[in-house]
């Protein structure tokens, strides 16, 4: 899959997103015939690409994908001229395309943001496209100013369908040397003239396997080339400095509301922690592609004036809210993603966001991350090798932080199968601002008709109530509690003998977070590491004439992988359940196939006991109980 430097930054998931298609991983809707770049590279960084591309349809869901291609730009770096482009008809004809079939938009993710309107696109929209037509285009895309002075890079990834040919050609000055990482493409020996040196790649053709559910990127092991003029990740992340450093210089008016933000306090973590809360709540977040949009962020004053900015627009209005109190901190250039591997060849095309961390705390903060509470990291953020820009140091984020729920759920069986049910869930660490985040957001009519929804989907009919915790901001860092209580008209069906799972939560449970385990069968990617902490308790409360005729067994793993306890006991008419999971690997969330065989027997007693029933039992009026 191809992303060059024009691609998304900052919200950009390319390099994390799997992409799925057949069984076997190739789309053969479509055939790629002919992919040839040519890259014309200056001393300077700026290049010309020439980029052919010959593509045949083979089947109609491909017609509507491919009958526009769309090339995004910067107009005040960048210049994309169409050379060429048309629709062969299979009896070799040529509809030409024309003039006023070639589009110039301007980006439809930065309408009404001032700030951004030089992101553009030209689309080339094909006449009379079909099923095994071939569609052409040629363009020319001139950089006129290098994303970095001096330095050039691209990222390749071939397209999970057919192709016959991908080449990729790289013409610079032999005093820049080309250093590349190409699993799965040739190299050709290297062409001198004229003082220059031209690189060949040619993508070889293999099988594409299926992306499997939560592999990592494919870019940890998959086939690309990567290619760059830079020595090392170091000079990667000075040269972004550099360029980015300026915007995050303290004016007074920046001093003036970092004073406000932290007013009264005096310890730096809690000052870090109240302006990291402030940006994130009130700095609406806006992506904007790095590659197109340049890499020097706005003024830090420029970005609290309007209230908006991409990512790096964030890191640097935090950087200097920090260093207007006298906390020193430093961008840090991260892969968003399901990446968690650095390629040996330096280039920025690896990662696509930009956080802040305070060398002095030992604390990453991520302050578009909106719905996270300050202190905490998106999951996407951990155990992630980093770019301390400020020092050019790789640094490396946490592994694991805290995140824990803890589920109290109690069920009244009535005589006629009926029930009453209360069910509190708790979130902590990483997990209360995000439930309190949506709950804010939370339209009312959803509020009403949540828990009569939740029970359809257990085939009970019955309806009940949401009550809310604490939305306040000032109620952060204590957890954050909602209770679901309500009635089911159908929840077991008596009296008879019956069996009735034995669930301990009602809602998103550990559960959902085991079965979650069974995605695949079997494994052969690099997949990310299932990390949880679930602790919950059930109270079944039966009628005075049932019998409890049989629970399930009690069931314990300890593993270099889960740790899970399966309790149950009958007090006093009533059957208490406790469950509790605890999942990672310890000091990574990267899991082997190797892994995952060693998980399956663990999984195979946690899935039993989930799927699990208890027998209850309730004669019919007048005949006596078999067992009590």
Known sequence: MKMKLLAAWCAAMLLSTPVFAADDGTDSSATTLKEVQAFVVQRDGSFVLDHEVLVQLNEQRAVGAQAQRQFHFNRTLEDIDVIDAYTEKPDGRRIQVQPDQIKLQQEPAYSGAPMFQDMQIKSVIYPDVA????????????????????????????????????????????????????????????????????????????????????????????????????????????????????????????????????????????????????????????????????????????????????????????????????????????????????????????????????????????????????GYLPVWDLDKTVILTRSGKLGHTPVTQLGKIKNRYTVQIAEDGSARFDFTRDQLGWWEEEVRYEHRNWRKEDQQRFVESLLKGSGVKGSGDVLLGDLDDKAAGHGYSYRLRGQGENWVYLPGTVGVPSSSSLYVGLAQQVFGLTNETTRTQPFVCPENDYEEEAVYEFPQRAALLAVPPDVHIASPYFQYRAEFRQVDGKLLIGRSFKSGKAGTKVCTPEDYVAMQADIRKMVRDLRSQFILQLPESGMPVTIR
């Open 131 to 374: 099923v095994g037509d071939k569609l052409y285009s040629k363009i020319r895309h001139v950089r006129r100013t290098a994303m970095f002075p001096g330095q050039f890079t691209d990222a390749t990834y071939p397209l999970f369908r057919p192709t016959t040919q991908l080449t990729l050609i790289y013409d610079l000055p032999s005093d820049m040397p080309l250093r590349a990482d190409d699993p799965g493409f040739k190299a050709s020996a290297p062409r001198q003239h004229d003082g220059r040196t031209v690189y060949r790649w040619d993508y070889q053709q293999a099988d594409n396997p299926r992306i499997e559910y939560d592999t990592v990127a494919y870019a940890d092991y998959g086939r690309h080339l990567f290619v760059s003029t830079f020595n090392n990740f170091a000079e990667v992340g000075l040269a972004y400095d550099r360029a980015a450093a300026v915007a995050a210089t303290p004016t007074a008016r920046i001093t003036a509301k970092a004073r406000e933000l932290t007013q009264g306090l005096s310890d730096p973590r809690a000052q870090a922690l109240a302006i990291d809360n402030w940006v994130r709540k009130n700095i609406r977040y806006v992506a904007v592609y790095i590659g197109n949009g340049g890499l020097e962020p706005h003024n830090a004053e420029a970005v609290l004036d309007n209230r908006y900015g991409d990512c790096k627009d964030h890191a640097t209005l935090m950087e200097a809210l920090l260093r207007a109190v006298g906390i020193d901190s430093t961008p840090v250039l991260i892969n968003a993603g399901n990446s968690y591997r650095l390629a040996p060849v330096a280039s920025l095309g690896q990662f696509n966001h930009a956080i802040n961390y305070i060398p002095s705390l030992d604390l990453y903060l991520d302050s578009t991350a909106e719905n996270i509470s300050a």
